[in-house]
């Protein structure tokens, strides 16, 4: 069993929005659902990447699951001007899931990090997707994060979130796993992508973009991660610190991948 380290209060709902539309650019260019009718998106939070695929997909019809019912009741607040299309919201548990229909796509993103049985849920997946039906994975590799200079307060933050992730049943490196886990689960085809920044004072403005969004993520599991006693007040100032000094840095740099995966059902 795993809990979810990002927690569920408006403001983590925000940055789910936020945070899709700033990696957009990054994680789309890779993805084709363009003979796609009918998708099925796994851990659809707030629908924040819901919405970035009814635009980018004018025919799909969307099925919607997410195990935490504030997170659909605000993705159908979300995607609330798409009236006009069809979009199913479940509340289930990807690890369980048992829908009336099969679908001839998959979506998941940010998802399988957070579970201790990432291939229960891609198991039921593949129980979910016709014969001949595609499946893409966007997932955190967190151990290629690497800046430079080496600030203490930001590494020291990094180190507890990842340890509470790994605490919480989780995996930062699961895209790491990618391929071998839509192997394991009967899917072909498989092809992996990485996609990511490496950010330096070349480009400042998007240096500091991502600095300031790298502290709302970082800052979203702060709660929890107090209440274990894995950081303190002051380490969470520290580590916001640093990212703000690291914009100004001469020779800043920020780099980090992410891993996709394609596959596909047999048919
Ligand atoms: C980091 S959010 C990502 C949401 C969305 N994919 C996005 O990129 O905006 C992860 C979501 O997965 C959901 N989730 C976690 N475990 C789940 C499970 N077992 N079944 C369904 N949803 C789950 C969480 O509740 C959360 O809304």
């Known amino acids: 069993m795993s809990n979810y380290i990002h927690g569920y209060l408006s403001d983590e709902q925000e940055r789910l929005l936020n945070q ?10 890779w993805i084709d659902f363009s003979t796609s009718k009918k998708l099925l998106e796994i851990g659809s939070g707030v629908g924040a990447q819901s919405k970035l695929l009814l635009e980018l997909y004018p025919e799909i019809e969307l099925t919607c699951v997410e195990i935490e019912a504030s997170q ?18 479940v509340q289930q548990d990807a690890q369980q899931l048992k829908l009336e229909k099969t679908f001839d796509s998959i979506f998941i993103c940010w998802v399988l990090e957070h579970l201790s049985e ?23 590799f ?16 990094y180190s507890a979130f ?13 895209g790491l796993q990618l391929g071998n886990l839509l192997d394991q689960s009967g899917f ?22 991502m600095c300031d969004y790298w502290k709302s993520l970082m800052k979203s599991a702060a ?28 020779n800043a740099v920020f780099f980090y991948q992410f891993v996709q995966a394609k596959a596909t059902r047999p048919l």
């Open 20 to 29: 899709a539309g700033t990696l957009a650019s990054l994680i789309y260019p």
């Open 188 to 209: 072909i085809e498989i092809k992996l992508n990485h996609g990511g920044f490496h950010l330096d004072q070349s480009q400042p403005e998007s240096l500091a973009a």
């Open 142 to 157: 967190n151990s290629s994060f690497h800046i430079f200079p080496k600030l203490g307060g930001l590494t020291d933050y």
């Open 72 to 89: 659909l009741e605000k993705a159908q607040v979300n995607l609330a001007s798409y009236s006009d299309r069809k979009i199913d919201f």
């Open 162 to 174: 990842n340890a509470y992730q790994l605490q919480n049943g989780g995996n930062p490196d699961i």
């Open 118 to 140: 990432p291939l229960d849920v891609l198991g039921r997946a593949f129980a979910h997707l016709d014969p001949g039906g595609i499946i893409y994975l966007t997932e955190v």
């Open 223 to 250: 709660e929890g991660m107090r209440s274990c006693g894995l950081i303190s007040e002051r380490e969470v100032i520290q580590m916001e610190k640093d990212l703000d000094q690291l914009k100004t840095e001469k």
